[in-house]
């Protein structure tokens, strides 16, 4: 019975292990805006006038649902949303735009319409890491309100750090459910670590 157990228990730490690292990913995967004045679901808000445009960007093939605001993770396709908090601005006319922090490039731009849905939504490429601006424009007349806000595009750094970790975590378990479970492994290591002592 004893010698059941003792061979069991790698099977159950390496299940336990997993179901760990499971609800680990869920928990890394909800992601979450990241800097900026936050607004109520994520994003930042921009004054415009004295109504409330709300800038939130997405990076579904990467990261699902998580919103970004002033940190955008990875260079690529963007989907930048911009909702009007306040239903006054529906029926106003509005222009938004993207472009580069440095050079003023522009990268995005909505010419000026009535949203009447409340949301102006588009997926644009940004292959350059950077600094950019997203700003939003309500014109009245001969008069224009502007609202910006800076974000940052990061560059492509190859493993970020929680990919890291987690692949240190599952070497980790590996060697620990070899080294339990294969006698051979276990007294190599033994020999080892007696060579290094």
Known sequence: MRMLI????????????????????????????????????GGCRLLLDSHVVTFTAYQPQLSGSATYCTEIPEIGNVAVVFDLEDKALRDKTLEF???KAVGGARVMYQPPEKFVTGTFTRTINLTEPGDYIARASLIEGDKK???????????E????????????????????FAYQSHAGFRSAVQRGWSKLG
């Open 6 to 41: 003792s061979m069991q228990r790698p099977r159950i730490m390496l299940a336990v292990f997993l179901m760990t690292l499971l609800g680990n990913n869920i928990v890394l995967a909800d992601g979450g805006g990241e800097g900026g004045s936050a607004a109520a679901g």
């Open 97 to 99: 735009e993207i472009t």
């Open 145 to 155: 309100h502007d609202a910006q806000l800076k974000f940052h595009l990061a560059e």
């Open 157 to 176: 750094h190859g493993i970020d750090l929680n990919t890291a970790l987690i692949i240190a975590v599952v070497l980790t378990a590996a060697g620990y």
